[in-house]
């Protein structure tokens, strides 16, 4: 009866941990929207991190957020380093391509609440008077990560966040072209 009690917590533990780690380590989470504007125009609030803290979904998490930017104003080589509450974390991203009107590619360094490095993208794709914005977000998990997924729906709460972001770039782009 003992061995019973014990070695039944032990087996699903277990059974737990093999289940977590067949789950896919590869993951990409991706939001699109139109912005009515030239390329250009979003493009502008993403390539620079000064101006993509305006749009932020997670700028609005933690207002007293430490932000430390180092690099160039925009473009390659533009870094962000950062220092919050437990919802917004530690971590860093750095701008690794830069292709006007086309393509923002950054590094994520997530120091807290978890270590990860993780790549994002911003494509801007011209759809007649609009251009569609597409965020996405690509990396591997540790088992960790997919043991957390098989309690939260990743993709949706992730998903979430960008759309809150882009509609913010949407408002911000479509009331500002000219900035």
């Known amino acids: 009866m003992l061995w019973t009690i014990l070695l039944v917590p032990a087996f699903l533990a277990i059974a737990f941990l093999v289940v977590a780690a067949l789950q896919p380590a590869d993951f990409r989470y991706e939001r699109h929207l139109a912005i009515a504007t030239p390329a ?42 950062w220092d919050g509450n437990s919802k917004v974390g530690a971590g860093s991203m750095t ?39 597409s965020w996405s977000m690509t990396g591997r998990n540790n088992i960790p990560a997919k043991a957390f997924g098989l309690f939260v729906n990743l993709d ?18 479509e009331s500002r072209p000219d900035n």
């Open 40 to 81: 250009s125009v979003p493009f502008g609030w993403v390539n620079d991190l000064h101006r993509f803290q305006k749009w932020s979904p997670w700028a609005r998490i933690d207002p007293a957020v430490k932000n430390t930017f180092t690099g160039p104003a925009a473009g390659v080589g533009a870094a962000l380093a």
């Open 95 to 133: 701008i690794t391509e830069s292709r006007p009107s086309d393509l923002v590619r950054l590094r994520l360094d997530f120091l807290r609440p978890f270590r990860a490095t993780h790549t994002a993208e911003f494509t801007f794709r011209a759809e007649g008077t609009q251009t569609l914005v």
């Open 156 to 173: 949706r709460m992730v998903g979430r966040d960008f759309e809150k972001g882009l509609a913010s770039l949407k408002a911000l782009a």
